[in-house]
């Protein structure tokens, strides 16, 4: 891995460097994975791991040697692009007026700047089923988040809590709770499959 250096007042620690290079460049192949899942998209993977990678070898003196690199370095991805995110949020929407029609402006009404969606509400919502998506809704503020990034994204508790900047008692409790809420939430469709595997035929 070629390491960019950019500009700064002192001259960049070759030894930093090259411990960085040496101890990052193995968790390369998995930070894309995880940026494959944030962007959906390949090319946006792509860049998206490259700024993450130079804004943590911008930081690495901070990093303490011996504790979680990879969290650590889910953590910038993360930020990355949620930074990201928000920044294509806050851009003016630029359309053509002459092929604009009032279904085209409904449609777009809940991405303009200050409509509220969040990176997460993004994530939450590209989930395949409405009754999921629901449950999801209703929990309270912060266990949804948690149970997504420990349980569809695969992350341990303590990549989530670094995530997200929590403890991992924190994130333990809520990703408990969550699945009870869950499992409580979506009772009617066991009730529903069990229902229909042991009902009578009709002759």
Not at 51 to 70: M, S
Not at 156 to 180: C, D, H, N, Q, W
């Amino acid at each position: 891995m070629t390491v960019t250096y950019l500009p700064t007042a002192t001259t960049p620690d070759p030894d930093l460097a090259a411990r960085f290079a040496r101890e990052v460049e193995p968790l390369r192949d998995v930070l894309t994975r995880r940026a494959r899942r944030l962007t959906r998209c390949e090319a946006d993977a792509e860049d998206l791991v490259q700024d993450t990678l130079l804004r943590a070898y911008t930081g690495f003196h901070t990093f303490e040697a011996g504790t979680n690199l990879k969290a650590w370095l889910f953590r910038c991805l993360y930020n990355r692009w949620i930074s990201g995110y928000r920044a294509k949020q806050a851009r003016v929407a630029e359309v053509l007026t002459y092929s604009i029609d009032d279904r085209d402006l409904a449609a777009t009404v809940s991405y303009l700047p200050g409509s509220g969606r969040s990176a997460e509400t993004e994530i939450l919502e590209s989930l395949p089923d409405d009754d999921i998506k629901a449950a999801m809704r209703a929990l309270p503020d912060g266990f949804a988040e948690v149970l997504y990034y420990a349980d569809v994204e695969g992350y341990t508790y303590a990549e989530t809590a670094e995530i997200l900047a929590i403890p991992a008692g924190t994130v333990m409790s809520r990703v408990f709770r969550a699945r009870k809420w869950l499992r409580l939430a979506l009772a009617h469709r066991t009730r529903f499959r069990t229902e229909s595997v042991t009902a009578p035929v009709v002759a």
